[in-house]
């Protein structure tokens, strides 16, 4: 082992209370809206509940789980999801391979179209033109297909494969008789299980996550994505609306109004994220794994 000075002590002492700190800042909002969803909105509202919770109850979640549009809008948003992504690594990683080959007539203007694409772009309006006069209005694809593939995500997973794939590999695979299309399923693709994770995890993330280009093109609530199901929930607050038609004494009614809206909005945060949170652990070991070690030999 070697000895370490005063300063590295010093050094990797200061290094650990920075991450301690960090640490703290970045899981305490968490920790804060899972303690939140599960206590009494008043010791949430009146500060009493910091950190853990109190006065647990789980009638938010049985609110939110009780509607039987929450179970619709995760089964859609996982069809989004899994489909989603395997539409965009199908178009994005061979999009970028084949920018990556320098032996690929054409690839600087295809490349500085792709980058204009992100500086740019037709609006609002003509996006969903385009969508109309292409049938796809009120149907899955209306989101899938125009976020088929991203200009950043193909940038980065071209620099990846420069990066990683060596010429020398490549050359190798020729001479022996490998073409471009095997070259890719078969060399190419299992050398980059990193940039498949990544690129997985920002495309399912971003159509977990959508809800605008549902609420533009969507109106049948059989295909409402589990976002636009909690935003009614949390913006027309529909559950609230409901009791209120009850009758009653009006103070006594907004009073537990607000009482059930915050107890519905820290429960839906949990139920928006809850997947993603499960699934990450997963996807994140392929960021640091050493895929491309002894690839090359020699």
């Known amino acids: ?26 899981l ?6 899972v303690s939140a969803s599960i206590s009494d909105p008043s010791y949430v509202n009146s500060g009493q509940m910091w950190l853990w919770p109190r006065g647990l109850t789980f009638e938010g979640y049985e609110r939110v789980f009780r509607n039987p549009d929450i179970w619709q809008g995760y089964m859609n948003s996982a069809i989004y999801t899994i489909a989603g992504v395997l539409i965009n690594l199908a178009v994005t990683l061979p999009c970028a391979y084949a920018l990556a080959r320098r032996d690929l007539p054409g690839r600087t203007p295809v490349t500085l179209v792709i980058i204009f694409t992100m500086f740019f772009s037709g609006g609002l309006i003509p996006n969903y033109l385009l969508v109309k006069d292409l049938g796809m209005v009120n149907t899955y694809w209306a989101l899938l297909l125009p976020a088929a593939a991203s200009a950043i995500n193909i940038i980065v997973s071209r620099t990846f494969f420069q990066s990683n794939i060596s010429r020398e590999m490549e050359e190798a695979a020729s001479m022996d008789g490998c073409s471009d299309f095997r070259m890719f399923f078969v ?79 820290y429960a839906v945060m949990i139920v928006a994220a809850l997947p993603l949170i499960i699934v990450y652990p997963f996807v ?9 070690i002894g690839s090359i030999k020699g």
């Open 28 to 33: 305490y909002p968490l920790v804060y809206i």
């Open 1 to 26: 082992m070697i000895r370490q000075t005063w300063g590295d002590r010093v050094f990797q002492a200061m290094n650990s209370g920075f991450l301690a700190i960090l640490a703290m800042l970045v």
């Open 284 to 292: 994140q070991r392929h960021f640091v794994q050493g895929v491309m």
């Open 187 to 265: 060399i190419v693709l299992p050398l980059s299980k990193a940039i498949i994770a990544v690129m997985a995890l920002f495309y399912g993330v971003g159509h977990w996550n959508q809800y605008f280009s549902a609420l533009i093109y969507l109106s049948d609530r059989n295909m409402f994505p589990l976002q636009l199901f909690l935003r009614e929930i949390l913006v027309q607050q529909e559950i609230a609306a409901q009791m209120l038609m009850n009758g009653g004494d009006v103070e006594l009614m907004m009073a537990e109004q607000t009482r059930i809206s915050e107890l519905i909005k």
